[in-house]
């Protein structure tokens, strides 16, 4: 797990709620937990566990916040109905077609527990939520590993002839961790398959929009043709707003009722539903972002493979999955060095079918990324 081991600055060990939290915590971004294990205050870290936009939320969603601070007194509007407008002329995509979530995470579970699938095939390594929901509403989960070999990527036929012994697939595009990348036709006859079979295709695009060609990748507009198909995307990395979590799924009609029917009207505050529309409708922050990680992922993931002893995975999203075993170092002990430093990065070795010597980290500005880059310099090659 990230962030198991560190100095406690108050007692000179790490304390009892930190160790605690610690097992329980199997995600990046818990700077506030980081703090308590290295002894530095939240505001001097540079979190690269968490693949989100570093630029922080515009100004424009910002605006809107405060704005709409005195609704906080009523109940927000149940049905996000004036965010999927905005989110449907966003997407191109008609607002009946689209829920809204607390996240993309409450989506993932929400169709784990309207569909009660009895067998799920997952592909991993991936995002760990995919296998626990599965479990919380009683289900098996039946892994189908990919192999760095190829580039973590599935071989489609062999996917397909696995889907008549299941009732869903999980696949994540680009993959988290690994950064892997499919296009849209290849994906095609996976779904074509799943159809024949009655098996519910869940397609995890949370990153999608950090993507070179997002148009050539998502499946959304396939989504609302297809009875058994549902893609689930996210506001919050893109735009920066995880701790207001927001996120929504595309499909069809009948599919989206579904998980209406047993959805929380109130999961979505009024604070993120107004945070999330601003955002959207911001096309200078869409640009500079786009901007930005056209040239800072080409950087940094040329950086990370210069330097001695690590593997760096070509990415195509906003983070660069790292094999540390040619420098010796786990990806605890990194950890454990980086942290003191003010430097968080993702330990893998939880994600299903990757070992202690895998690590994750974002892409972040220039300055950041640099920051990174001559730490790990000082730390691996002295």
Not at 44 to 69: H, K, Q, W, Y
Not at 173 to 184: I, M, T, V, W
Not at 334 to 356: M, T, V
Request: aromatic share 10%.
């Amino acid at each position: 797990m990230t962030y198991t081991h560190g100095s406690n600055v108050e007692a000179g060990r790490i304390t009892k709620a930190a160790r605690d939290d610690s097992m329980m915590y199997v995600h990046g971004g818990n700077v506030a937990l980081a703090s308590r294990l290295y002894g530095l205050g939240q505001e001097a870290f540079l979190d690269f566990s968490a693949n989100v936009n570093p630029f922080g939320p515009s100004e424009a969603a910002l605006d809107a916040i405060t704005a709409n601070f005195g609704r906080i007194c009523r109940y927000p509007e149940p049905t996000c109905s004036e965010l999927r407008d905005t989110l449907g002329r966003y997407l191109n995509i008609g607002p009946h077609r689209i829920i809204a979530g607390n996240g993309a995470n409450e989506l993932i579970h929400l169709v784990v527990r309207a569909m009660k699938p009895g067998r799920v095939l997952i592909v991993a390594p991936t995002f760990s939520e995919y296998g626990r929901a599965v479990e919380i509403e009683g289900g098996t989960v039946q892994w189908f590993p990919v192999r760095r070999e190829q580039g973590f990527l599935p071989d489609m036929q062999e996917l397909a002839a696995q889907l008549p012994e299941v009732d869903m697939l999980f696949i994540c595009n680009p993959n988290n961790p690994s950064g892997a990348l499919f296009y849209r036709d290849e994906f095609l006859a996976v779904a074509d398959r799943a159809g024949e079979h009655g098996v519910v295709v869940v397609v995890d695009e949370a990153f999608v929009d950090f993507t070179e060609r997002p148009n050539q990748v998502t499946l959304r507009y396939e989504a609302v043709l297809r009875e058994n198909l549902l893609v689930i995307g996210s506001l919050t990395k893109f735009f920066a707003l995880p701790g207001l979590r927001l996120g929504y799924a595309i499909g069809s009609g009948s599919l989206i009722k579904r998980l209406w029917d047993v959805r929380d009207p109130w999961s979505v505050n009024c604070l993120a539903q107004a945070a999330a529309i601003a955002s959207i409708e911001d096309d200078a922050y869409i640009r500079k972002t786009r901007e930005w990680i056209s040239v800072e992922r080409p950087f940094l993931f040329r950086s990370l493979f210069r330097i001695r002893g690590i593997e760096a995975y070509s990415p195509s999203a906003n983070y660069v999955l790292l094999d540390l075993r040619g420098t010796g170092f786990t990806a605890e002990r990194l950890q454990k060095a980086l942290g003191p430093k003010g430097i968080l990065i993702r330990d893998c070795s939880n994600y299903p079918f990757l070992d202690e010597y895998y690590a994750r980290v974002a892409v972040r500005t220039r300055e950041d990324n640099t920051a990174l880059l001559a730490t790990l310099e000082d730390i691996l090659v002295g």
